[in-house]
């Protein structure tokens, strides 16, 4: 069993950044796919981005160009760097991990972009 935490998320104006933490209980070799998802009000939760094993990312257009994924294999954490962010990346941010045993999921943390 992972347990996800995590953390970064706040209150930023438009164009500004924010740096999403996503830290793993025990060794994260095991999640062949670590994502991040998002949830706005009233929206189903959305596929951001994610990392594989190997550091092959995949991006939803919206983020393209703004949005980093990376992953840290010796700190057992995954990052998403948030550049550029505008109103409607306003979301509850949940942090996603896939291994053969199983799906894990973050408690999630808000991110609210406003002036």
């Known amino acids: 069993q992972v347990q996800l935490v995590e953390s970064g998320g706040g209150l930023v104006q438009p164009g500004g950044s924010l740096r999403l933490s996503c830290a793993a209980s025990?060794?994260?070799?095991?999640?062949?796919?670590m994502g991040w998802y998002r949830q706005a009000p009233g929206k189903q939760r959305e596929l951001v981005a994610t990392?594989?094993?190997?550091?092959?990312?995949n991006y939803a257009d919206s983020v393209k160009g703004r949005f980093t994924i990376s992953r840290d294999n010796a700190k057992n954490t995954m990052y998403l760097q948030m550049n550029g962010l505008l109103p409607e990346d306003t979301a509850v941010y949940y942090c996603?991990?896939?291994?053969?045993?199983?799906?894990?999921w973050g408690q999630g943390t808000q991110v609210t972009v406003s002036s």
């Open positions: 025990g060794s994260i070799l095991g999640l062949y796919n």
């Open positions: 996603n991990g896939r291994s053969t045993l199983g799906t894990y």
């Open positions: 990392v594989t094993g190997t550091r092959t990312t």
